[in-house]
């Protein structure tokens, strides 16, 4: 098997959930930007989003998939978490209409991101969220970041992992994002994007200058009717 080399790193859909803790869930606490699960030698980085503060968000992460290097490193082997396996062959042997097995699922995934159809991808990775979203995960609350703003999750043992960002906040989203870790990218960095304040700008800028355009159409309609009504009186 040839090694697998893609790392799934991007923002794949929006939520405003809470964050309810179920009897397997794992809590952890980000403190001075950096929390150690010791499990592996892995590392996600987390970046804070135009330097949005990240001071207590939550994030909800879920291991999707096992790695596992062969003797030689030569190659990897990936196999679903049996916490979530049965959730993720339904919905990808509902996609293909037939049974699959794990390697169907990764091949499935890295043929929804090399399509470069990044709609039907973030549909997937929403389907795998909603249906795993009540089982087992790790619960990671950010108490302190760096001073960068940023947060670290350290430790980590090779794997698919799905972030996703379940602060309950008002005006701002959440974002769910699929990651990969092995020995060729042990370390990966990605960004959370969880507000918007420049397309809510953007809106009201059209809206203020659609209003704008509206009321100079019927300003012109009444002046026009204003000297056709003078032109009939003469």
């Known amino acids: 098997m040839k090694k697998r080399n893609l790392i799934y790193t991007g923002l794949l859909m929006l939520s405003l959930v809470t964050t309810p803790v179920y009897a397997q869930d794992k809590r952890v606490e980000v403190t001075n930007g950096i929390c ?8 996600i980085v987390i970046q804070a989003h135009d330097k949005q ?6 994030f909800r992460m879920y291991k999707l998939f096992d790695a596992e290097n062969s003797s030689d490193n030569a190659s990897t082997s990936y196999t679903l978490n049996p916490v979530y396996a049965y959730k993720i062959k339904q919905i990808v042997s509902t996609k293909l209409n037939r049974s699959v097995d794990d390697q169907d699922v990764l091949d499935y995934m890295r043929s929804l991101n090399n399509s470069n159809n990044q709609s039907e991808y973030r549909q997937f990775i929403e389907q795998v969220q909603n249906a795993i979203m009540n089982l087992d995960s790790y619960i990671i609350h950010v108490e302190s970041t760096d001073v960068n703003g940023n947060i670290v999750i350290d430790k980590l043992a090779y794997g698919f992992y799905l972030i996703d960002e ?13 990651t990969m870790v092995n020995t060729a990218s042990p ?48």
Request: positive net charge; contains cysteine.
């Open 53 to 58: 503060p990240m001071n207590g968000k939550t």
């Open 187 to 234: 370390k990966v960095v990605m960004q959370i994007k969880s507000d918007y304040p420049s397309v809510e700008k953007r809106y009201m800028k059209m809206t203020i200058r659609l209003v704008g355009m509206i009321w100079g159409i019927l300003k012109s309609i009444k002046i026009f009717h204003l000297n056709m009504y003078r032109k009939c009186q003469i």
């Open 36 to 43: 150690m699960l010791e499990e592996g030698s892995a590392s």
């Open 166 to 178: 379940v602060t309950n906040v008002i005006n701002t989203h959440g974002a769910s994002s699929l």
